[in-house]
C-alpha cells in the first residue's frame, strides 16, 4: 500500500519556527516531484513548495511567492521523504498542509499528483 504520512504540525506563534516532515513507503518515490500544498476552509488547495528529481542524486526546489525566503523543502530518506522548515510563520500561514507525490507537470496543480497524505494542521497565532 503506498502512503504518504506528514507529521510536525502543530499551534505556534507568529515568529516562531516549524518544520513538517513527510514519509513515503509501499513505493520509490525518489524520482517523483515531492511537495507541499496547503488549504484553508472554503479556498482551493494551493502550491506551497516542491522538490523536484534532476537526474545523478540532484534535486530542484521550487517555492510559491508568498513563501519564497522563509520556507525550505528538503529531501530526506534517499529521496523517499521530504521536509518542510517553516520560518518567521505568518497567521495568512494558518492552513491544512498536504504532502504530494507525482510524475507529472506543472508541479504547481493538485491535478499534476497521484498520492498525498492525509493532511496535518498548522495553525499560526498573531
Known amino acids: 500500500q503506498v502512503q504518504l504520512v506528514e507529521s510536525g504540525g502543530g499551534l505556534v506563534q507568529a515568529g516562531d519556527s516549524l518544520r513538517l516532515s513527510c514519509a513515503g513507503s509501499?513505493?520509490?518515490?525518489?524520482?517523483?516531484?515531492m511537495a507541499w500544498f496547503r488549504q484553508v476552509p472554503g479556498k482551493e488547495r494551493e502550491f506551497v513548495a516542491a522538490?523536484?528529481?534532476?537526474?545523478?542524486?540532484?534535486?530542484?526546489?521550487y517555492y510559491a511567492d508568498s513563501v519564497q525566503g522563509r520556507f525550505t523543502i528538503s529531501r530526506a530518506n534517499a529521496g523517499n521523504a521530504v521536509d518542510m522548515q517553516m520560518e518567521r510563520l505568518k497567521p495568512e500561514d494558518t492552513a491544512v498542509y498536504y504532502c504530494a507525490a507525482g510524475v507529472r507537470r506543472p508541479f504547481e496543480i493538485p491535478h499534476s499528483y497521484d498520492y498525498w497524505g492525509q493532511g496535518i494542521q498548522v495553525t499560526v497565532s498573531s
Open positions: 522538490n523536484t528529481w534532476g537526474g545523478r542524486k540532484t534535486y530542484y526546489k
Open positions: 509501499g513505493r520509490t518515490f525518489s524520482t517523483y516531484v
